[in-house]
Antibody
Framework: EVQLVQSGAEVKKPGESLKISCKGS????????IGWVRQMPGKGLEWMGI????????RYSPSFQGQVTISADKSISTAYLQWSSLKASDTAMYYC??????????????WGQGTLVTVSS | QSVLTQPPSVSGAPGQRVTISCTGS?????????VHWYQQLPGTAPKLLIY???NRPSGVPDRFSGSKSGTSASLAITGLQAEDEADYYC?????????????FGGGTKLTVL
């Protein structure tokens, strides 16, 4: 069974750093791209970026380029999303999702349960 | 402002049919990119509902169907049930000078009356 299990909720202060994780299981982790999606409170889905754990090739949405860093450790089947200096506006639910193999109009066939990040002084 | 436009809300009575539209442009849906749909039940992660415009993953009831024409796509739900009350999102790709990127619609809240 394919599963993406994300790390738990975080409460941070503005200016702090944070790294959240997404562990894949039940499939070949290095063969599928993993994407990250933001959902701000009461709002819609926003694509942030994507990584191919096989070689760590990473692509970012223009809206998030330079704001976050996406990485992966294929030895432990885990993808990461990190911030070096959080802002209150980073408060949101963050989802990881596995991208389909079939393209070019890829879709996300499995999703993690989400990690709630709250940034408040 | 989302690249793909969806109505903020739709509603219907149990047993009825509702449709949700997803309107794009020549740089996304109109460029030939497929449209996919996700269902997000309250307090849960999104779930793939329709892929490749009209295909249902295993386990998705055939009450859900998708179509695409020109620069738009639609999700239809027949035989509406209370458990269908959720947010629905369309997703495609958009080509720009910076490359092709995933784009989502703004989401549509379905209320079952």
């Amino acid at each position: 069974e394919v599963q993406l299990v994300q790390s738990g909720a975080e409460v941070k202060k503005p200016g702090e750093s944070l790294k959240i994780s997404c562990k894949g299981s039940g499939y070949s982790f290095t063969s599928y791209w993993i994407g990250w999606v933001r959902q701000m409170p009461g709002k819609g889905l926003e694509w942030m970026g994507i990584i191919y754990p096989g070689d760590s090739d990473t692509r970012y949405s223009p809206s998030f380029q330079g704001q976050v860093t996406i990485s992966a450790d294929k030895s432990i089947s885990t993808a990461y999303l990190q911030w070096s200096s959080l802002k209150a506006s980073d408060t949101a639910m963050y989802y990881c999702a596995r991208r389909s193999l079939r393209g070019p109009s890829y879709y996300f066939d499995y999703w993690g349960q989400g990690t709630l990040v709250t940034v408040s002084s | 402002q989302s690249v793909l436009t969806q109505p903020p809300s739709v509603s219907g009575a149990p047993g009825q049919r509702v449709t949700i539209s997803c309107t794009g442009s020549s740089s996304n849906i109109g460029a030939g990119y497929d449209v996919h749909w996700y269902q997000q039940l309250p307090g849960t992660a999104p779930k793939l509902l329709i892929y490749g415009n009209s295909n249902r993953p295993s386990g998705v009831p055939d009450r859900f169907s998708g179509s695409k024409s020109g620069t738009s796509a639609s999700l239809a739900i027949t035989g509406l049930q209370a458990e269908d009350e959720a947010d629905y999102y369309c997703q495609s790709y958009d080509s720009s000078l910076s490359g092709s990127h995933v784009v989502f619609g703004g989401g549509t809240k379905l209320t079952v009356l």
